[in-house]
């Protein structure tokens, strides 16, 4: 049973994590500075020099499975039992997986001058990207192939799936360009972890019920860096191996009467695989499965796949492209209520988000309240609880309030039935503290580190040559 749901388990529960903080965008944690390298993390005349969070990740998760075979998919999740005898077979429907991953080892940043509110940091990051979509027929048949009431499909296994996982090692800057306008860069080394992507381009099922047969026939690719014996070795530690690059542009403009808009170009960047892992199976072939109401016949379709994938093994390197993004934010500032309206598309992938941010702030105590739509076409509904002052934070909070409830709770009580519409779960916190020296700006202390006699014109300044007296 183990190998013949390598296909599909690789994408549904290789990673139980995603990008699962809307609510952090625009609160100027040390979280959000250096996802928008235009944010300020630091107050100017409250905040101390450095912010650090003491390597207790700021971890972020999120995750969605959609369509019919849910049930069923929750049913192997927390039971190990898979049946798929409820769902439509040759009906062309797709259940779709998406899951990502983002989470802060290390975030060191440094509040270089107040002139300008200089900052430049330092970050160490794990992210992840899957999405899948599998047919139907895919679950069916690794359950019972007499669910198949017809001689013959075509194309019922019609599936696409990939896996992205790395390191990200960042250096990041931003700088007050003038009174209005702030811009951020985030450069970035990637070192690679895994890659998977599986292409299924057509398909074939022949069904002999009087024979208790059945044969399928596959023609697709699959990729990856991982080879099927390497499947389940530690392969996470940073190096130079599958190296990459990345870009990160941000910039912040206040508008009259309290506005506030915040652009980025977010990870604009490649991973390299090398040659010696980067394994690439080109398949076209028939798989027949006698005896199919047999005890040992899944095992045996399983056995097939993997002897299929393995005689049409070659290694060459290849680039991918990581999960960049574009994104827009407005916000107004209303005193106590901030409202806050994201748009957020990847630029490579499928996905996005669109999402009314609802916070409101009281002293040190933050909540939010966040309603969107995913543009893998779910809704979702978040809320958040922040302690922030100039020099502490901590945060909690979730993208999915609801369905991350149903989900634990059908997890810790084995029922596949709780919940209803999509399966999601979604959980984010962080903590960080500033320390050093007080920054403070030259007219409200006679001694401000940071601050040299002669002013130094930012990086962004100097670039522009533009003179900010």
């Known amino acids: 049973m183990k190998k013949i749901l390598i296909l599909v388990s690789f994408f ?60 069923p998919l929750k049913k192997f999740l927390y039971n190990g039992d898979l049946d798929a005898s409820g769902i439509a077979i040759g009906k062309d429907e797709n259940n779709t997986i998406s899951l990502t991953e983002n989470s802060y080892i290390a975030m060191f940043r440094i509040f270089k001058t107040t002139k300008f509110n200089q900052e430049m940091g330092f970050s160490w990051q794990i992210k992840s990207d899957t999405y899948g979509k599998i047919s139907n027929e895919t679950i069916a048949i690794f359950d019972n192939y007499k669910l198949f009431d017809q001689a013959a499909y075509q194309n019922p296994f019609s599936d696409k799936a990939y896996n992205l996982n790395y390191h990200q090692f960042s250096f990041t800057y931003r700088e007050d360009y003038n009174k209005r306008l702030g811009l951020g860069l985030k450069l970035s080394y990637l070192s690679g972890i895994a890659h998977t992507k599986v292409n299924i381009d057509s398909s074939f099922l022949g069904v002999n019920s009087a024979q208790d047969a059945y044969s399928l026939s596959l023609y697709g690719k699959f990729r990856s860096n991982v080879s099927w014996d390497s499947v389940g070795k530690s392969i996470t530690y940073p190096g130079f191996k599958n190296p990459g690059f990345a870009l990160s542009v941000s910039a912040n403009y206040k508008l009259a009467g309290g506005w506030y808009i915040l652009g980025n170009l977010k990870d604009l960047g490649f991973i390299r695989w090398n040659k010696n892992d980067a394994y690439t199976y080109t398949f076209s072939d028939d798989i027949v499965i006698a005896s199919a109401s047999s005890p040992n016949a899944k095992d045996r379709l399983g056995s097939e796949i993997q002897k299929l994938f393995d005689n049409g093994s070659s290694e060459k390197s290849y680039t991918t492209l990581i999960n960049g993004k574009a994104e827009f934010l407005i916000n107004k500032d209303l005193g106590v209520y901030q409202p806050n309206l994201l748009f957020s598309k990847n630029l490579f992938y499928r996905g996005g988000d669109i999402a009314l941010i609802n916070r409101v702030t009281h002293r040190a105590l933050n909540f939010s309240l966040t309603t969107g739509y995913n543009l893998n076409d779910f809704f979702q509904l ?71 006699s002669v002013i130094k014109p930012g990086l962004f300044q100097r670039l522009f040559k533009k003179n900010r007296n």
């Open 382 to 452: 978040g809320g958040q609880f922040m302690l922030k002052s100039p020099n502490a934070e901590f945060f909690i909070g979730s993208d999915q309030l609801l369905k991350s409830y149903y989900t634990t709770k059908g997890i810790l009580t084995s029922d596949e039935n709780i919940g209803k519409g999509n399966t999601a779960a979604s959980m984010y916190f962080g903590f960080a503290v500033k320390f050093g020296s007080p920054m403070q700006r030259q007219q409200n202390a006679t001694i401000i580190p940071g601050i040299e």
């Open 12 to 71: 549904l529960f290789k990673l139980t994590a995603g990008y699962g903080q809307l609510g952090l965008y625009n609160t100027r944690t040390l979280f959000d500075a250096f996802e928008n390298p235009s944010q300020k993390a630091f107050y100017a005349d409250s905040s101390k020099k450095f912010a650090f969070n003491f390597l207790i990740p700021t971890l972020t998760f999120n995750g969605n499975v959609g369509g019919e075979a849910q049930t």
